[in-house]
C-alpha cells in the first residue's frame, strides 16, 4: 500500500516524536524554549563538520550541540550578561560558522534547505536504526535521572536541600536534549526540531492537571502530529518537516478550546 | 552553653556551623555564624530583613558552601520549608505530586501529613490555585512526612490566618517532640520564639547575640536592634509568666 519510503519516513517520524515528547514537557517548565533553539542552531556547525570530516551527522550535531551546551553553563556562571543574550551570541555564532564553513567545503553538493527543514522522506535504514537506538538510550536515562530532574524543575534550593543533586541533572538533561537534537536534525530540520519539541507538549499542558498526564499527551500529540504531517504532505506535495508542524499547530488550536467545552460542561 | 548536651558525646549535634560565612558580589552576606542543632532542640534565627537568616538556612542545606569557617552535617535525613516557592503555571503540579517530589510517600501518610496541617481536602487542587496560606500548610506537610533528622523551616507560617499561625507553631512544637527532630527556625514571631524554642540566635550580617529566649532579650545588642519597642512587648509578655526556659527547654522556676 505504501511506497517503501514512506514507511521509514513514518517509524523514523515516530520515533522522533516519542522522544521529544517528554524532553520538550522540561524544555517547557523549564523556560528552556530559546535554549532548544540555540542548540538546534548549533546543529547546522555539527552537519558541516561532519561533512568534512565525513564522519555520521548525528554523532557530529551531538558533539557541537553537547559542547555548545556545557559551554552556555560555564558561561552563565562567569559572565554577568544575561542569559538569552548569551543565548543569541552562542546560536548566531554558531550559524554563521557554519555557513562560512559551507562557502569552503565548494567540493560537496550541498542540500542546505533540506538542511533547515528536513528531508523526513529521504530516511535511510541506518537513520532509523540511529532514531530507536538513540531514542531509547535516550528515555531510559531520562527515567533514571527523572525524580531528581523533575524536584530541581520545582524548586532547585528544595532539590538540593533534600539530596536530589539538582547540578548533576542538569547538566545530563542539557546533553539528553543535545541528544534528541542530533538524532532528529535529518529529519526535522535545524529551523523545525524546537517547534516538535514545543508544540506537542503545549497542547498536551491545555488538557493535563498533572506532570505524567502532560508527558504521555505529548507523546501522543506528537506521533499524531507526524503520522496526519505525513499523510498530508503525501497527499498536498507538500515539504514533511513543515507540514508535520503546521498539523502540530492545528492541534495545538483544537486543544485551546477543550478547556473551555470542560468549563462549559461543569457550568 | 548546653549542659545536658555538653555532658554526652560530641558528635551529638545534627548540624555544626563553626565561623561560618558566605561571601557574594565583593561582601559577606554573613559572616562569623557559629551553631549548633541537635536532636529535639528547637534553635531560631532572629533577625531584621538581609541579615543573612535564609543564608545561613542554606549554609546548613549545603545549598550554599560557605566561603569560611566549616558545616559539619552528621544526618542526610533533612528536610526544607523554603521561604518562597514559585512553582511556574507551565507545570501542572497537583498537591498529590508536589508531595512526593523528593521521595516518593504512600497516600495513606500523605493524608495523614496533610490532616496534621488542615489541608487534607486540596490533595488534588492544583497547587496554582492554592492560596498563600494553604501553600505555606503543603508546605510544611511535605517537609513533615519525611520524617525528617533535621528540619529547616524558614518563615513557615508566612501568609496563614491568626488561628492557623498558633495551630502550625503548635505543631512544630509537637514535631520536634515526636520525631525527636532538631529543628533549625526562622521566625518573626516573638512570642513563639520566645516561649517555645531552646536556644535563640539573634543576626544581623554576624551573630548579635545568642543565647536562652530570656537572656537574649535582655540582651542590649537584641534591644537595639529590635528596638525599646519589642523589648518591652517582651517584657509584658514575660509579665504573665512565672517562669523562664533553660537551653534545653525546660522550665527554671
Known sequence: MFDDFFVRALVAGIGVAIVTGPLGCFVIWRRLAYFGDTLSHSALLGVTLAFSFSINISLSVFFVSGIIALLLLSLQKRTKLPGDALLGLLAHSSIAVGLVLIGFLTFIRFDIMGLLFGDILSVTINDIFIIWCGGSLILIILYYIWSSLFAATVNYDLAAAEGMKPDRSNIIFTLLLAGVIAISIKMIGVLLITGLLLIPPALARNLSNNPTQMVFLSILGGVASVVLGLFSSLEFNTASGPTIIVVALVLFILSMLAPNLDSKLKK | ?253
Open chain 2, 1 to 253: 552553653m548546653n549542659v545536658n548536651k555538653k555532658m554526652t558525646n560530641k558528635s551529638d549535634y545534627l548540624v555544626k556551623l563553626e565561623n561560618a560565612g558566605i561571601y557574594k558580589s565583593s561582601k559577606w552576606l554573613v559572616r562569623g555564624v557559629s551553631l549548633e542543632v541537635s536532636k529535639g532542640q528547637i534553635v531560631t534565627l532572629i533577625g531584621p530583613n538581609g541579615s543573612g537568616k535564609t543564608t545561613t538556612a542554606k549554609m546548613v542545606l549545603n545549598i550554599l558552601r560557605s566561603d569560611e569557617g566549616s558545616v559539619k552535617r552528621n544526618t542526610n535525613r533533612v528536610a526544607y520549608v523554603p521561604q518562597k516557592v514559585n512553582v511556574d503555571w507551565t507545570l501542572p503540579l497537583r498537591v498529590f505530586d508536589f508531595m512526593k517530589i523528593t521521595g516518593d510517600i504512600s497516600k495513606l501518610e500523605m493524608i495523614e501529613n496533610l490532616k496534621l496541617t488542615g489541608v487534607e481536602d486540596l490533595i488534588y487542587a492544583d497547587l496554582k490555585n492554592l492560596s498563600g496560606g494553604e501553600f505555606q500548610r503543603v508546605l510544611i506537610a511535605r517537609a513533615i512526612a519525611k520524617k525528617p533528622e533535621l528540619l529547616i523551616l524558614d518563615e513557615p507560617v508566612q501568609g496563614v490566618d491568626f488561628n492557623g499561625e498558633i495551630a502550625l507553631y503548635n505543631l512544630i512544637k509537637s514535631i520536634s517532640d515526636s520525631l525527636n527532630c532538631g529543628i533549625l527556625l526562622i521566625s518573626h514571631d516573638i512570642h513563639f520564639v520566645m516561649s517555645s524554642t531552646d536556644h535563640v540566635i539573634c543576626l544581623n550580617g554576624h551573630i548579635c547575640c545568642s543565647g536562652s529566649p530570656s537572656s537574649v532579650a535582655k540582651n542590649p545588642a537584641y534591644i537595639d536592634l529590635f528596638g525599646e519597642h519589642t523589648a518591652s512587648t517582651l517584657s509584658l509578655y514575660k509579665h504573665h509568666h512565672d517562669h523562664s526556659h533553660g537551653t534545653d527547654g525546660g522550665i527554671e522556676k
